[in-house]
């Protein structure tokens, strides 16, 4: 399966799927004028990635900021990788700034939505 690689913008994240490496980041920040629109591809790149998944999936948000748009399709995004999590393992990492407590709340938000293991690290 081909890499997803989109480079951040000053509106929109940076996308880094590697399948052969177990490497999926989404990173930066996330405030694109049509969120439905960027994160489509993200989506289409998922659900193929979901026919033959890697054994464990180890899934990094590094997001410095993100909008409500943004908040839906990160929401949707944990569903999907929830729905891998019924037959692969699926690890969610969240990673917040020190202090930043916005952040932080956002991942305890998202960890008791979805039901897979999801760990919050400060740096």
Do not use: H
């Not at 994160?39 to 790149?45: A, L, N, S, V």
């Not at 929401?75 to 969240?94: C, F, P, Q, Y």
């Amino acid at each position: 399966m081909n890499d997803l690689i989109i480079e951040a913008t000053e509106e929109t994240p940076k996308i880094f799927f590697k399948q052969d490496k177990n490497e999926f980041c989404i990173s930066e920040r996330s405030l694109p004028e049509n969120a439905v629109e960027f994160y489509t591809p993200i989506f289409e790149w998922l659900e193929k990635y979901k026919n033959k998944p890697n054994s464990e999936t180890i899934f990094d948000f590094k997001l410095d900021y993100f909008n409500t748009a943004s908040a839906k399709q990160i929401t949707k995004l944990l569903l999907l990788l929830e729905g891998i999590e019924k037959s692969n393992k699926v690890k969610i990492r969240w990673f917040f700034k020190k202090g930043d407590l916005d952040m932080k709340s956002s991942g305890l938000r998202y960890d008791k939505l979805i039901d897979i293991n999801f760990e919050l690290i400060e740096y």
